[in-house]
């Protein structure tokens, strides 16, 4: 009896989330160990939007002692801790957030670790890289790229945030992607749908009857009218919805008095024509995905995920006819529940079919790979058949490639800046005073009494950077000054904005395949850059 207590506790605390990616995301989040390096106040606000939707466990690498500057902008950190373990006070207060997490420290520095045991940032499943030098940066994204370990780059400067994602490669099931529209086939109706259908005869029922047939039904009889009496083809431009939804309008039944009846569910019918009558075909992207060469040449390393993408492509050209399985989804839609139930369970089975082919065609891929065959989950492969319109593969650069003179896509930023004030000179300026940092050893105008002399040397390591790039395009003055007034501070406010992007850009939901966006991978804003 306890365990459903305990399991009762747990959907109260997490409710929201569960509601947004289910059991299944909850586990992978609970099972994730995250590294964050440095526990300044951009990385607590990341760890403490790690910990309180229940990451597993987490590590804080962090050889500093607290000094009064942490204290005055680091929540997560005390005066009563200054002289003491960062790494270690930083812990202790952000386990006090959710006790069903395991946090743990080391108090070294990243250059040590990298120097002396590099394979331990091997063990965790993302890494997050906090206010860090560019020297050290590029050594750790480098080491994590070839051990196909996610990094993700944080840093708070000034009243500047950036972020940026490097992956090799990040495969996606369920992208929830906006507006998904129903998979209901009625353009190529499956042999039991089509039967199931054929069971109807909208002319020669009862008035109770009549009213209380699912709209999809109504929707595919007269799609067949429509076939019969006009074209072979789905109505498309809005002329020809307007002729069918008149069509089905004709269905509605009168009364004595000759006018309309009120019936629900074939408004509902003419209501969803645009939505109905879509194109059953596979996506570009998924056809990209069917031709990438992960797919076509499978090995004995390919992970689950490009060995089921393989069986959905020969399931595709076998039993699928062309199309992809069926999701096995319906609306609820008014419709008396015996008719409703019968509907549903046709589409149920015939995804419970297409399912077991495409687990079929995943044994015998298994098989051939030496792979044991329960090396893939029935929840796995459940789970990609049902979302198998959706998938998504994301690559990235290194962060080498984007730092080598021979790669950096100058083109695009030339062509950014053609605004002076473009969110790109950020960038521009953030890569400067890395290279400020590397001439000096020190950030511009950390020193008060030093920021008036640090103005020219920053310019300085600009215009070099600009030149060594290629890049003819103008910074202005005012920039540089700002930079140098920042003094490579970091504000509270400004982390704790860097942190929220964990939930608000979908960070957390990408890494443990909860969620995906686009967003966050393509686009910049003048806070947070990624990918580039």
Known sequence: ????????????????????????????????????????????????????????????????????????????????HIGQSRAQSATELLQELNNDVSGNFVEESPEKLLDNDPSFFNRFNLVVATQIPESTLLRLAELLWNSNVPLLVCRTYGLVGYMRVIIKEHTVVESHPDNMLEDLRLDKPFPELREHIQSYDLDHMDKKDHSHTPWIVIVA????????????????????????????????????????????????????????????????????????????????QSPSFWVLVRAVKEFVANEGQGSLPLRGTIPDMIADSNKFIKLQNVYREKAKKDIAAVGNHAAKLLQSLGKAPESISERELKLLCSNSSFLRVVRCRSLSEEYGLNTFNKDEIISHMDNPDSELVLYLMLRAVDRFYKQHGRYPGVYNYQVEDDIGKLKSCLTGFLQEHGLSVVVKDD??????????????????????????????????NLEFSDSPLKEKSSSCSLAW
């Open 479 to 512: 920039y540089v000054h700002e930079f140098c007034r920042y003094g490579a501070a970091e504000p509270h406010a400004i982390a704790a904005f860097m942190g929220g992007q964990i939930k608000s850009y979908q960070i957390l939901k990408f890494f443990f």
């Open 1 to 80: 009896m306890a365990q459903p207590g305990k399991a009762s506790l747990k959907e109260q605390k997490y409710d929201r989330q569960l509601r947004l990616w289910g059991d299944h995301g909850q586990e992978a989040l609970e099972s994730a160990h995250v590294c964050v390096i440095n526990a300044t106040a951009t990385g607590t606000e990341i760890l403490k939007n790690l910990v309180l939707p229940g990451i597993g466990s987490f590590t804080i690498v962090d050889g500093n002692r607290v000094s009064g500057e942490d204290v005055g902008n680091n929540f997560f950190l005390q005066k009563s």
């Open 221 to 300: 009889k007269y799609l067949t009218k429509w076939f019969n009496e006009r074209s072979d083809q789905l109505p498309k431009s809005y002329k020809e919805k307007e002729a069918f939804r008149q069509l089905i309008q004709q269905g509605i039944l009168k009364n004595e008095n000759g006018t309309l009846e009120d019936e629900e569910n074939f408004e509902e019918a003419i209501k969803n024509v645009n939505t109905a009558l879509n194109t059953t075909e596979i996506p570009r992207c998924i056809q990209e995905i069917f031709n990438d060469d992960c797919c076509i040449n499978l090995t004995e």
